[in-house]
């Protein structure tokens, strides 16, 4: 998607979007989900898990009740990060519409399937199956 948006600028050109960064977020994330054209920079990617898009602040924000649209920097914020990396990782669920895990193994597989994608014998669901074995989940 953001090869596209750069891809016919010669050096000179992308030397001189690299040089700012508010042209540069513009240039590549402006008038994509949620975006205007000259919304990229306000809706880059902060927080634990780089949240990006408006649409995305929008979405998250009203999982966690904060207008994360009309105050995007508060999203560096540490226990806002942590509320949105949350509610990410989770899809917005409450404790109470998550299962009833009987092992750790059951609450990672969970995650790996709601987040890390393909199947069980997948690359990707397998990388992303070792990295949560590096977490240590508390109650």
Same mark, same amino acid.
């Given at each position: 998607?953001?090869?596209?948006?750069?891809?016919?600028?010669?050096?000179?050109? &992308?030397?001189? &979007?690299? *040089?700012?960064?508010? /042209?540069?977020?513009?240039?590549?994330?402006?008038?994509?989900?949620?975006? *205007? +054209?000259?919304?990229?920079?306000? $809706?880059?990617?902060?927080?634990?898990?780089? !949240?990006?898009? /408006?649409?995305? $602040?929008?979405? $998250?924000?009203?999982?966690?009740? +904060?207008? !994360?649209?009309?105050?995007?920097?508060?999203?560096?914020?540490?226990?806002?990060?942590?509320?949105?990396?949350?509610?990410?990782?989770?899809?917005? /669920? *409450?404790?109470?519409? !998550?299962?009833?895990?009987?092992?750790?193994?059951?609450?990672?597989?969970?995650?790996?399937? &709601?987040?890390?994608?393909? *199947?069980?014998?997948?690359?990707? +669901?397998?990388?992303?199956?070792?990295? !949560?074995?590096?977490?240590?989940?508390?109650?």
């Amino acid at each position: 998607i953001f090869g596209n948006r750069v891809s016919d600028m010669n050096d000179d050109e &992308l030397d001189e &979007l690299k *040089s700012d960064d508010e /042209k540069f977020f513009n240039h590549v994330y402006g008038g994509m989900f949620g975006n *205007s +054209r000259t919304e990229g920079y306000k $809706y880059r990617g902060r927080g634990f898990n780089q !949240l990006t898009f /408006k649409g995305n $602040y929008e979405f $998250y924000g009203n999982c966690i009740g +904060r207008d !994360l649209v009309g105050d995007p920097e508060v999203v560096n914020n540490v226990e806002i990060a942590a509320e949105v990396a949350v509610a990410f990782f989770t899809k917005c /669920k *409450s404790a109470d519409q !998550l299962p009833d895990f009987t092992n750790e193994d059951d609450a990672i597989n969970y995650f790996v399937n &709601l987040n890390g994608g393909g *199947s069980a014998d997948s690359e990707t +669901r397998g990388n992303a199956f070792d990295q !949560l074995n590096n977490f240590e989940i508390v109650a």
